[in-house]
């Protein structure tokens, strides 16, 4: 089967989970860069890689890779390149771009060029002077670093998180690739009660609840490049039934809640839930964060509070984090990850994590506070 190079993109901070992600699936890791992960498959890795992969933005196919200072050299290098062998006759194809410290800095010359090389490569494998673009979309991308210039077919059409069960709208939902991740790097596993207080439409925990289930976050969407006809739909039905095979279900119920003080909130959170299948696995409650408790020995915090320095029902954000601190240190034998951009959150908080990380929500800056727990007990541990 074909061999292919694919780029994992991702949110800055991500990259060694989607490294761990893509491993995970078999594939040999060629490198590891700012935003993006660069890898080896065949043409199944494409379906394999889109309903897996919980972190990553896009899946792409890397056509090509050469350093162009002028448009000449951009232009013969890209017409080397065998478009032929993924663009049909009628394909359409729009190039996007960006350019970074290079040279050719006009990012609508360099796609105006890109797009005159592809096509002057089909008109010699088609023998025809005009394309009518009406058939399945190939999203290009010209992407030029420090002069040195990356040519990609994006598989995926909508970014992955883009899951299919978030369809009703709520301000400032967390994303879900950061949310998986967030849990991922918790560590959290499902012999502990996993809660999130600010809990919103339910991102954390339906992301857990996927997890735990080991359901493919994409199994639920369709991608750019199941149109492609040089990919077979084989591959992707494959790739499905493999899929739903891996789910599992004989799980505790209820393993994991969500609690917001927002009612309707709450309703949206329990529909998506529904809608991704995890339903059975998630208690949601409204409650005001004032009002938490819980009697668990150990246990698992994962949370994206509010940022902002007015909360909605009155108050402030430094107020609230210092209530965060005095509820949730109590729960000396649980660990708590909380996602804040608020620079005085340890301060507030009333305790230094163990392990601070930066990560980025929506283009945010924001850093990710770990508050690691002792591990219970292994006699205890199904008990707990």
């Not at 002057?120 to 002069?147: H, N, S, T, V, W």
């Not at 059975?280 to 994206?304: A, C, M, T």
């Not at 210092?322 to 507030?348: A, N, P, V």
Request: one cysteine or more; proline letters at 5%.
């Amino acid at each position: 089967m074909l061999e292919l190079k694919l780029i994992a993109t991702t949110t800055f901070g991500l990259e060694s989970i989607v490294n761990t992600q893509v491993t995970k699936l078999g594939y040999e890791i060629e490198r590891v860069e700012n935003g993006q992960v660069v890898f080896q498959g065949d043409l199944a890795a494409i379906p394999r890689t889109n309903l897996w992969l919980r972190s990553a933005e896009r899946v792409l196919i890397l056509v090509g890779e050469f350093i162009a200072t002028d448009f000449d050299q951009l232009y013969e290098k890209t017409k080397e390149l065998p478009w032929e062998e993924w663009l049909p006759e009628n394909a359409e194809f729009p190039v996007a771009g960006k350019s970074v410290k290079s040279i050719l800095s006009s990012v609508p010359a360099c796609q105006s060029i890109v797009k005159k090389a592809i096509v002057d490569k089909m008109k010699e494998k088609y023998r025809r002077q005009r394309f009518p673009e009406d058939g399945p979309r190939y999203q290009l991308q010209i992407a030029l670093l420090q002069d040195r210039a990356t040519l990609t077919i994006d598989t995926s059409g909508q970014g992955l998180h883009k899951r299919g069960y978030r369809q009703l709208a709520t301000e400032a939902p967390l994303q879900e690739t950061l949310a998986a991740a967030m849990i991922q790097l918790s560590r959290w596993e499902q012999d502990r009660i996993l809660i999130d207080p600010f809990c919103g439409s339910g991102t954390i925990p339906i992301e857990a609840a996927l997890l735990a289930k080991n359901i493919a976050p994409g199994l639920q969407r369709s991608f750019a490049a199941e149109k492609w006809p040089n990919l077979p739909l084989s591959l992707w039905k494959k790739a499905r039934e493999e899929a739903r095979e891996l789910v599992q279900t004989k799980l505790k119920p209820r393993l994991i809640m969500g609690t917001d003080l927002d009612l309707k909130t709450i309703g949206i959170a329990r529909y998506h839930s529904r809608q991704a299948g995890v339903d059975d696995l998630i208690h949601w409650q409204e409650q005001s964060f004032k009002d938490f408790s819980n009697s668990r020995k150990y246990g698992y915090i994962i949370s994206n509070p509010p940022y902002g320095e007015r909360l909605k029902e009155g108050g402030d954000i430094a107020a609230l984090y210092r209530l965060m601190g005095e509820k949730l240190r109590q729960l000396d034998t649980w660990s708590l990850y909380i996602l804040t951009s608020h620079r005085q959150f340890e301060s507030l908080f009333g305790k230094k994590a163990s392990k601070r990380r930066k990560l980025y929500n929506g283009g945010i800056e924001c850093q990710y506070y770990q508050y690691f727990g002792p591990w219970p007990p292994r006699k205890n541990k199904i008990n707990q």
